[in-house]
DNA sequence: AGAGTGTACTGGTCTGACCATAGTTTTCAC
DNA sequence: GTGAAAACTATGGTCAGACCAGTACACTCT
C-alpha cells in the first residue's frame, strides 16, 4: 500500500532562513516585541545550533527587513525594532526606478493616487489636521515671495499635510515614491519655467480649492480637482486624449 | 581659521553595507540586468578586497531584497532577478500583521486601487485586451459548477486582464501585492461562506456589469463600479461609514 | 555622590577549511 | 561519429577559531 502514502516534495531549506524563520515568527507572534533585545549572537549559535556566520546571515536578512537593528559593542544584544512602512518606500522606490516604466505611466499613477487622496483627505479628516493644511497654505503664501524653490518646498509641505490627512499609510508610502521619482525624472524643470510667478500664483489658488474641498467633506470635488491640477502641471508629458479622459472621470454623471 | 572648515558628521560604515550598495546601483543603472550573473563569492571577495563572510553577508541582503538569488553548486554564479513585486506583498504583509498598517488601510487603499484601474482600463484597452476579458467572464461562468476554490481562480484571472488593460504596471504591481497581501489576510473566508453559490452568481454579475463598462469605455462607471464590488467584498472589514463615502464618490455629480 | 577609569562582552571582519551539488568536460561504448 | 555515463571542477552552505574596535556597566578614586 506504499503508493497511497502522500509524500510531499522537499526543498532543502538552508539553516539561517530556518534561524529567520524562526525570529521572524517569535516577533510576529508577540514573543518578542519592540524594544526587547535579542540575545547575542555567541548566545544564538549556541541555542540554534550553528555557527556564528549562519547567525549573522541571518541577522543580516531581519535587519533589512527592518526588524531587527544590530549595533556594534552594545552588550544588551539586537534590538527588535517598531515594524515601519519606511522599508516599504524603500521597495516602492527601487521597484519603481527599476521596472522600465514610462514617464507617462508614472503621471498617470501619480494623478490617480493624488485624487485617491485628497478624496481620502475630504472623508477622513480632522481638526487639527485641517488646520495642519491650512497654514501649509499661508507659509505657501508667503513663500512666493522667496522665488519658486522655497515656494515649491512649501507646496510640497502643504501636498505632505493632505496626504496625512488622507490617514492611510499605503497611500502616503506610495506618493512619496511617486514623488520622488518623478522629482527624479524630471529633474530642473521647476527653474525652467519662465513666468514662475504666474505659475506660483496659479498652484497656490489651485491648493486653496483643493483645501476648500477637503475641508467641505467633498470627496469627489477634492479628488477631481487633484487629478485636473496634477496633469495641468505635469500637462507635456501625457498625451492630450489622455489629459481629457483622466481629468473628467467625476464629470461624467452615473 | 579651522573653525571655518565644514566638517560633516561620519557614520561608520560597514563593510557589507558597502557591497549592498554598489551591486544595487549597479543594479539600478542597468549594468546588471536580470539575467546576469554575478561573480562568484571567490572573485567578489577578491575585486572587494574583503572577506568571504562579508561577501556573503552582503548577497544575503540582496537576497532578501528580491536582487539576486544564489544556488548552491551553480558554477556561474549567483543570478540578478528581474525585479518582482512579490517581495512587496511579503512586506505589506507582515506590517499588516504586525498591526503596523489597519487591515481597514489595505482595503481602502485595495478599493481606490480598482477603481482606478478599472478607470484606466475603459480608456486604455484594446480590442485583444477586451476579447480576453470576455472569455474569462466566460471562463468564470463555467467555474460555477466547480465550487468557490476554482471559482474564484478564474475571479482572479478576470481581474488580471482588467489590470493588463489598464497599460499601468505601477497599477499592476500595486494590485499584485495588495491582492496578495488580502489573499493572506483573509484566507480561508472563502470556504467558509455558506451561500457560496449565490455568492459566486453575483460575483459574475458584478465583473460582466464591469466588463460592459470597460467595454463601452465609461471609465466613471467602471471605476465607481469596482469600487462598491470591493466594498461589498470587503465589507465587514470597513467601517459603514467608509463604506458608504468611498462607494458613493463618483456619484456625486460635479 | 560624582567624575573618571576599567573591563567584559559585544558586533564586525578575517582566515582557512570541509561538504554536497550543479554544470561542464571527458571518457567510453556502440 | 554519436550518445550516454563517469570524472572533474568550481560553486554555495556551513563550520571553527581568531582579532579588533566599540559600548554599557561596574568600579574605582576623589
Known amino acids: 500500500m506504499t503508493h497511497k502514502v502522500a509524500f510531499t516534495a522537499v526543498k532543502t531549506v538552508k539553516a539561517y532562513e530556518r534561524v529567520v524563520e524562526q525570529i521572524e515568527t517569535a ?19 549556541l541555542t540554534f545550533e550553528v555557527s556564528r556566520s549562519t547567525i549573522r546571515e541571518a541577522l543580516r536578512v531581519l535587519e533589512s527587513t527592518g526588524l531587527v537593528r544590530s549595533r556594534p559593542g552594545d552588550p544588551r544584544g539586537p534590538e527588535v525594532l517598531q515594524a515601519s512602512p519606511a ?7 527601487r521597484l519603481v526606478r ?20 485628497c478624496t481620502l483627505a475630504a472623508q ?28 515649491s518646498r512649501a507646496d510640497v509641505a502643504f501636498h505632505e499635510s493632505v496626504w496625512a490627512a488622507s490617514h492611510n499609510q ?5 506618493g512619496e515614491a511617486t514623488r520622488g521619482a518623478l522629482i527624479d525624472m524630471v529633474i530642473g524643470e521647476l527653474d525652467r519655467a519662465p ?11 489651485h491648493d486653496r480649492e483643493i ?14 480637482l487633484a487629478r485636473s491640477f496634477v496633469i495641468e502641471y505635469y500637462g507635456d508629458i501625457i498625451s492630450p486624449e489622455n489629459r481629457a479622459a ?9
Chains 1, 2 share one sequence.
Request: aromatic share 2%; net charge negative.
Open 27 to 45: 516577533i510576529s507572534k508577540r514573543e518578542l516585541r519592540p524594544g526587547d533585545r535579542l540575545p547575542s549572537e555567541r548566545e544564538l549559535m
Open 87 to 93: 522599508i516599504l518606500t524603500k521597495t516602492v522606490n
Open 98 to 117: 527599476l521596472e522600465t516604466i514610462a514617464l507617462s505611466e508614472l503621471v498617470e499613477f501619480r494623478i490617480m493616487l493624488e485624487g485617491a487622496a
Open 124 to 151: 477622513h479628516r480632522t481638526e487639527p489636521q485641517l488646520q495642519a493644511m491650512r497654514t501649509a497654505v499661508d507659509a505657501m503664501q508667503a513663500e512666493v515671495a522667496h522665488g519658486p524653490v522655497a515656494f
Open 170 to 174: 499605503l497611500m502616503q508610502i506610495c
Open 195 to 205: 513666468d514662475s510667478q504666474a505659475r506660483m500664483e496659479l498652484s497656490l489658488a
Open 211 to 224: 483645501l476648500a474641498a477637503i475641508s467641505a467633506g467633498d470627496g469627489s470635488t477634492a479628488g477631481r
Open 246 to 254: 483622466l481629468g473628467n472621470v467625476d464629470e461624467v454623471p452615473a
